[in-house]
């Protein structure tokens, strides 16, 4: 089993809930959210690194729809692993 994680430092609790909840309808079942104060953070897993990547790059096109809908400017991302 492959994973990733992905955190995004907002540096705000309220929009990383926003994010968070734009993205809830995307990610049922693919992707696991979690808040830790202004920092959302979403992991993924998958059994081939090709779906792996299928799903990061669908999360990634959402999570900037969502950031360009709420006006939240992007932030560096940390890959975990």
């Known amino acids: ?3 990733l ?13 926003a994010v968070m909840d734009a993205l809830g ?4 079942g693919y992707v696991e959210s979690s808040l830790d104060g202004g920092t959302l953070t979403l992991r ?4 081939s690194a ?3 990547r299928n799903t ?11 950031e ?3 006006g939240a400017g992007r932030r560096p991302i940390q890959l975990i692993s």
């Not at 994680?5 to 809930?17: F, N």
């Not at 990061?56 to 969502?66: Q, R, T």
């Open 5 to 17: 994680t992905i955190s995004v430092d907002y540096g705000d609790e309220g929009l990383a809930r």
């Open 56 to 66: 990061m790059d669908d999360l990634m096109a959402c999570l900037k729809a969502a």
């Open 1 to 3: 089993m492959l994973s």
């Open 25 to 28: 309808p995307d990610n049922g």
């Open 68 to 70: 360009d809908a709420i």
């Open 50 to 52: 090709g779906a792996l």
């Open 44 to 47: 993924m897993e998958s059994e």
